[in-house]
């Protein structure tokens, strides 16, 4: 059962702002997938829920400015419909698809996902290694944030109380490949036990080829091994180089042992695993080698 709790739906930012200046405790309302079961257990006040669905700034996928703007509105679904996300930003693609399921995928917002800032939330690897920004805007204006830095800690986040987060800012790079790849304990919904994003830049070009890699659902938050980039940035990759890759990435992460979805050994195991995935995937492993 839920509590009682005073229910808004601002059509505009000055109608929003007032709401959430007069009410530190007011929870902002998007899908609600995550939301409504903290509310049912109780576990988050909420004498005030301010939906923001009719606050259309925050919708829509368009590109803007020598970036992609994602409205926080965004839903999973949308993401996986969305042909220039699936051409050009495909670790997002990737996570969208392996996102819950279609009713789930059809109300949850990209927003939430990240606001939520779940250690193992789907698109928190593929957000970071395509340097995505988060767009926050407050009564005071709009501030621009490196989505690594937006995540503070599990669950916390760069919000002030009467701040939202109106969009995700992706920069476009002319070339540019990406993956994403997760496991979870059951073929069907469950959250991720680990996920792995991989991104190269100019992958054709071996001299300038730049390698991104982000592991999720192993610390805090989404985290990246910049020694393991270096050594596959710029060179060949070959079976052998990647053994040592596989080695140190699993040795930079401590997974918690508390974990209800798996053993800190194994996460340790897979991350190395869907790496070589996503790098195959990617045609960015020397055949043979
Ligand atoms: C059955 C089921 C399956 C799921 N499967 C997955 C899965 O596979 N992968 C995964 O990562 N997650 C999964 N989830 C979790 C959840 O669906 C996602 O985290 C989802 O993206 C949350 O988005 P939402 O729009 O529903 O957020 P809400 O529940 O509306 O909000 C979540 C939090 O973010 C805040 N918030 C939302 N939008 C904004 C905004 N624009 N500005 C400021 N604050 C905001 C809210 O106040 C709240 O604290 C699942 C949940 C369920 C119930």
Not at 79 to 102: H, M, N, P, V, W
Not at 126 to 140: R, W
């Amino acid at each position: 059962m839920f509590k009682k709790f005073d229910y808004y739906a601002p059509k505009t930012l000055a109608e929003l702002f007032e709401l959430t200046n007069e009410n530190n405790e007011a929870q902002i309302l998007a899908g609600g997938t995550d939301l409504l079961l903290k509310l049912r257990e109780k576990t988050t006040p909420h004498k005030m829920l301010i939906d923001i669905k009719k606050l259309d700034n925050f919708r829509g996928i368009e590109t803007k400015d020598g970036y992609l703007r994602m409205g926080a509105l965004t839903t999973i679904r949308e993401i996986q419909a969305s042909k220039i996300i699936r051409e050009k930003y495909t670790a997002l693609y990737d996570a969208a698809k392996s996102f819950g399921c279609l009713e789930i995928r059809n109300r949850a917002t990209i927003g939430g996902n990240i606001v939520h800032a779940s250690p193992g939330a789907e698109f928190g690897t593929p957000l970071f290694v395509l340097a995505a920004e988060a767009e926050v805007i407050g009564p005071d204006g709009t501030r621009v944030i490196p989505i690594h830095e937006f995540w503070q800690d599990v669950y916390q986040v760069d919000l002030k109380d009467n701040e939202v987060l109106a969009a995700i800012r992706l920069p476009y790079y002319e070339k540019m490949v990406s993956r994403y790849h997760r496991l979870s304990r059951v073929k069907g919904m469950d959250l991720a036990i680990v996920g792995v994003s991989v991104l190269a830049l100019d992958p054709a070009n071996i001299e300038k080829r730049e390698v991104k890699i982000a592991m999720g659902a192993v610390a805090r938050i989404p985290f990246r091994n910049k020694e393991v980039e270096t050594m596959l940035s710029g060179v060949k990759i070959t079976n052998e180089l990647l053994v040592s890759v596989k080695e140190k990435l699993s040795d930079s992460i401590a997974p918690r042992s508390s974990s209800l979805r798996a053993k800190p050994a194994y996460k340790k195991a897979m991350v190395g695993n869907l790496t070589e995935q996503a790098l195959l995937e990617l045609g960015l492993l020397e055949e043979g080698e």
